[in-house]
């Protein structure tokens, strides 16, 4: 009996050391092809070439969690969760960048802490599509905290922009310019000069709702028409940045100059605008219609406002959203516990054998 317990215990452990050993080993030729996997992934999503498949990153999720660092797991799960950002699957992609956060390694000095970063902000970006502003700013200033930590000048003006941006959607006006500006000298003192620009406009948006911010917005429209790249021969701007003109147009509205406020709120114009894109044009040339007491071009500007601004096209469902919140901390949580039941698991086999043996 002793014998036969003892070969059983013999056999129980030359299992177990098989099993570590067949999930550790693995071929220079398995390596590479992962490798591979993630070096394409990682172009097209630097490329902003949108990802429309999630099978090779599965496979690669589950190669670097058997053999993988905790940099290269923290990409692979990263990497992930991109996919489902452009395949518009929220919820998983909130939970594939969790567990890319749960695989870092902040206690070692190699821990990729500029990915780490760029998780907690592609988090945030799509919280944000999701309206979730609270979660978005914990997910900002998480982001921000590691970008400070490597000194990434550029990425702490961006995530300052964002912040600033949940701000002003809150209505806290001061807050949001206070941040602008912080983030607009950062990147201007590191040589981002056009970057700082474009969040210059932000402040134009806060600027055009302040009657009495008008020589702010004035010195704001000069430099940037002053400094600006984006601008042809012709002083055009490309479609994605003609929301400026309508900062302009409002600054001539300030000063009573509505032919000229006309003039720029029809410069928003451009091929293909989606409904809600024309919203600053039609309130633009709607507010000079009433100025000038234009009863028919008012009539129709106030329905062409209602148009873009239907509440199917702009409104999301709170409840929804709210519900699919719960639902990330839920099942992240839920994994922990998990992955705490299995670790405990093999603790315990381990003392098992070992106890055997004594």
Not at 136 to 150: G, S, T, V
Not at 217 to 223: F, V
Not at 287 to 306: E, G, M, P
Request: proline share 2%; with cysteine; hydrophobic share 35%.
């Amino acid at each position: 009996n002793i014998v036969r317990s003892g070969r059983s215990s013999f056999s129980l452990l030359l299992l177990f050391l098989c099993t570590l050993l067949a999930g550790s080993c693995t071929t220079d030729g398995e390596r590479r092809y992962w490798a591979d996997v993630i070096a394409e992934a990682d172009s097209m999503n630097r490329n902003y070439v949108p990802m429309t498949s999630d099978s090779l990153l599965i496979g690669a999720c589950e190669f670097y969690d058997r053999h993988g660092s905790p940099n290269e797991r923290m990409k692979a799960h990263y990497l992930l969760g991109c996919v489902y950002r452009d395949m518009g699957e929220a919820p998983r992609a909130i939970e594939c960048y969790q567990d890319a956060i749960a695989c870092a390694d902040t206690t070692d000095a190699e821990c990729d802490f500029q990915k780490l970063g760029c998780v907690y902000s592609q988090m945030g970006d799509v919280f944000h599509r999701q309206l979730l502003l609270l979660n978005e700013m914990n997910a900002r200033r998480q982001a921000l905290k590691y970008f400070n930590q490597i000194g990434r000048t550029f990425n702490i003006g961006f995530e300052l922009r964002f912040i600033a941006g949940i701000y002003a959607l809150e209505n806290k006006v001061d807050s949001a310019e206070l941040i602008f500006k912080n983030a607009v000298d950062i990147l201007e003192k590191n040589n981002y000069c056009q970057e700082a620009l474009q969040i210059s406009t932000l402040l134009m948006h806060l600027y055009s709702n302040q009657p009495n911010q008008k020589m702010q917005l004035k010195q704001l429209i000069d430099k940037y028409e002053s400094e600006s790249s984006l601008f042809d021969e012709s002083r055009n701007l490309p479609p994605f940045a003609r929301q400026f003109f309508y900062y302009k147009g409002k600054y001539y509205e300030f000063a009573n100059q509505l032919d000229s406020a006309e003039f720029y709120y029809h410069k928003i114009y451009r091929p293909n605008m989606k409904s809600a894109q024309k919203d600053p044009m039609y309130r633009g040339l709607l507010s000079v219609f009433q100025t000038r007491h234009q009863s028919d071009s008012i009539a129709k500007y106030a329905k062409l406002l209602c148009e873009a601004n239907d509440s199917s096209i702009a409104i999301k469902d709170q409840d929804l959203t709210a519900q699919v919140a719960a639902s990330y901390n839920y099942a992240h949580y839920q994994k922990q516990s998990l992955d705490s039941e299995k670790k405990a698991y093999r603790a315990n086999l381990r003392s098992i054998i070992i106890l055997s043996f004594t």
